[in-house]
């Protein structure tokens, strides 16, 4: 199994930055790709961003293009994402996840967090 838990989120005006934080541990050997998905209220689950955990190739949805960056540190076991841009539409409870399988976009994503709130007020 693989544990994950972020950090990071919070209020912020349109226009703000945030940085989102996901720390991994357990079976971390297992982990192929870590991304960030997120679901506003009345929506569902979306794909926000991916990467590949060993050469760092990079995934996002086209909503956050240029606004958003995913990254990792392996020697910490950590995933991060750094929005900046935000608008109000971005206002969504953040989930880390973490998946054996590749491709990313194309596969399941197997270990999931628990969610940290996003708000982006107008």
């Known amino acids: 199994q693989v544990q994950l838990v972020e950090s990071g989120g919070g209020l912020v005006q349109a226009g703000g930055s945030l940085r989102l934080s996901c720390a991994a541990s357990?079976?971390?050997?297992?982990?192929?790709?870590m991304g960030w998905f997120r679901q506003a209220p009345g929506k569902e689950r979306e794909f926000v961003a991916g990467?590949?955990?060993?050469?760092?190739?990079?995934y996002y949805a086209d909503s956050v293009k240029c606004r958003f960056t995913i990254s990792r540190d392996n020697a910490k076991n950590t995933v991060h994402l750094q929005m900046n841009g935000l608008k109000p539409e971005d206002t969504a409870v953040y989930y880390c996840a973490a998946g054996r399988l590749l491709p990313v976009v194309t596969t399941t994503f197997d270990y999931w967090g628990q969610g940290t709130q996003v708000t982006v007020s107008s």
């Open positions: 990467i590949t955990w060993s050469g760092g190739t990079q």
């Open positions: 357990g079976r971390t050997f297992s982990i192929s790709k």
